[in-house]
């Protein structure tokens, strides 16, 4: 940080999409939480949140925000949420960089009545702890169940407790660690996305 004055804005001062904009172009780079549910009726849905991070290590509990419906459902509540809530469980697939335009896809504003799956060209594999399926393609998907749901302003924050992990051997390094650079993950920017590029550390 420069010695020149910063650049302040209140939040009082600023409408709430400003606002927003400056969080997400500030808190990144964001995992993507990749979730599919089923509804009621049995259809699958998939959709990308980047409002997403690790809540307890114990219970293994992962969370995710949700917002309102947006454009033509501006107002209403998004099938995931709904789904969640229903069905009390759901899955967290992880987005490699080969996954990014099928993720895009599934991210369309389409009637709850559409398979996203197959909107987004991916197969599913059938959950072992849960009903709901997760992505064959991803190289992580966290099987959780409904741990609580809470409204936060215009949200929702979602809990979900890990119970079982299925990991793609190639994104495996063995020890119960992840081999980064094998699975490129995608993260989430300000309406831009980026890759992990070689990782390093700092002496401790």
């Not at 219970?59 to 995931?80: F, Q």
């Amino acid at each position: 940080m420069s010695d020149r004055d910063t650049i302040t804005f209140h939040t009082n001062e600023i409408s709430e999409f400003h606002m927003y904009k400056l969080m997400i172009g500030s808190v990144v780079p964001r995992p993507i939480a990749w979730v599919s549910t089923i509804s009621k009726g049995g259809v699958l849905n998939l959709a990308p949140f980047s409002f997403f991070t690790i809540a307890s290590r114990q219970p293994p509990t992962l969370m995710i925000s949700i917002g309102p419906g947006v454009e033509e459902r501006k107002g209403t509540e998004k099938d995931t949420l709904t789904n969640i809530r229903e069905a009390k469980e759901f899955v967290i697939n992880m987005v490699s960089r080969p996954l990014g335009e099928a993720m895009i896809r599934s991210a369309a504003n389409v009637d709850a009545g559409i398979n996203e799956f197959e909107l987004a060209g991916v197969t599913l594999r059938p959950g072992t702890r849960v009903q709901v399926p997760a992505v064959r393609q991803a190289p992580i998907a966290f099987e959780l169940s409904l741990n609580q749901i809470f409204p936060l302003g215009s949200d929702h924050v979602v809990l979900g407790t890990v119970e079982c992990v299925h990991i793609d051997p190639a994104a495996y390094a063995g020890d119960f660690k992840l081999a980064i650079e094998s699975w490129e993950p995608l993260a989430s920017l300000a309406g831009d996305f980026a890759t992990i590029s070689r990782p390093f550390t700092f002496e401790r």
